[in-house]
């Protein structure tokens, strides 16, 4: 059956749940840093940037901390290679306003990032990476978290949003 996929569809399917999203926020912040030096005539200047870089930053970790303290809560896996081994849905506490908390926190960080290189070229690299995670790591999660809790994932899915 393998033979019958299109490139493409195995190009996707090589791609699910492969590249951990830390990688993928390094691969980002890379990319960011590498377009602040191809294009510096997008280069601003920003009195507030330090507060809000530091701002950003802590509310981030803040989330990334109370989201992993959740999945701890729950006895239950939060390694984004193995949503399989998931023991239930996390409905709770950061995840009762996000279902993706985690993935918040890392975009928080790449605009905290952006806003420090001061080149608004870096802030194209965000919705990039949101698509990616979205395509490549959330609904390959949400497919596996459908099939493992169909019912309970049904009904967290209609009342909490992916992102926010």
């Known amino acids: 059956m393998a033979f019958l996929l ?3 569809q195995r190009l996707n399917m090589n791609l699910e749940l492969k590249v951990i999203p830390p990688v993928q926020l390094v691969i980002s912040a890379a990319c960011m840093y590498g377009l602040s030096n191809l294009l510096p005539n997008y280069h601003f200047e920003w009195s507030m940037g330090l507060p809000v870089i530091t701002l950003l930053l802590i509310v ?10 959740d999945f701890r809560k729950h006895k239950t896996t939060f390694h984004p290679h193995t949503p399989e081994k998931s023991s239930t849905i996390v409905n709770t506490g950061v995840y ?5 908390p985690m993935y918040i926190a890392l975009v928080l960080a790449l605009v905290a990032f952006a806003i420090y290189l001061q080149n608004y070229s870096c802030f ?4 990039l990476f949101i698509w990616y995670i979205t395509r ?8 596996i978290l459908n099939r493992l809790f169909p019912d309970d994932f049904h009904a967290y899915r209609q009342k909490v ?3 926010i």
């Open 96 to 100: 009762a306003y996000s279902r993706n």
């Open 136 to 143: 490549f790591q959330i609904i390959p999660e949400e497919r």
């Open 124 to 127: 194209a690299v965000i919705p």
């Open 161 to 163: 949003r992916r992102w």
């Open 60 to 69: 981030a970790s803040i989330i990334g901390i109370l989201a992993l303290y």
């Open 6 to 8: 299109s490139s493409t």
